[in-house]
């Protein structure tokens, strides 16, 4: 089955960096856009990147575009998601998740992901 899973996430002040980690197993990776996502108490679930299949197409939505850097590494089964200057809305859950169809175009849907991993737990605050 497939299997993702997160890490990198923890406390941290505002103004800092953290780099997350999706490492992925059981399916090939290359062949599949792969998705972030955040939720945090009270609030929706929140697409927050994607790229593609092949690296070279990403999403970012408005509200973390120039913050947050998504890449991938193939050969190591692993997507990054880099955050820089958090902010303490930034504070949430973030998951990875992998798109339904391969080769599918990049989407910050959530219903376009059936699997998803358990998320990492992403706290900024003074």
């Known amino acids: 089955q497939a299997h993702l899973v997160e890490s990198g996430g923890g406390l941290v002040q505002p103004g800092e960096s953290l780099r997350l980690s999706c490492t992925v197993s059981?399916?090939?990776?290359?062949?599949?856009?792969i998705g972030w996502f955040r939720q945090a108490p009270g609030k929706e679930r929140e697409g927050v990147s994607c790229?593609?299949?092949?690296?070279?197409?990403?999403y970012l939505p408005e509200s973390v575009k120039g913050r947050f850097t998504i890449s991938r590494d193939n050969a190591q089964s692993t997507v990054y998601l880099q955050i820089d200057s958090l902010k303490p809305e930034d504070t949430a859950v973030y998951y990875c998740?992998?798109?339904?169809?391969?080769?599918?175009?990049?989407?910050?849907?959530?219903?376009?992901?059936?699997?998803w991993g358990k998320g990492t737990q992403v706290t900024v605050a003074s």
């Open positions: 998740a992998a798109m339904q169809h391969i080769f599918g175009d990049c989407s910050g849907d959530a219903l376009r992901y059936d699997a």
């Open positions: 059981g399916f090939t990776l290359r062949l599949y856009p």
């Open positions: 790229i593609s299949n092949t690296g070279q197409n990403t």
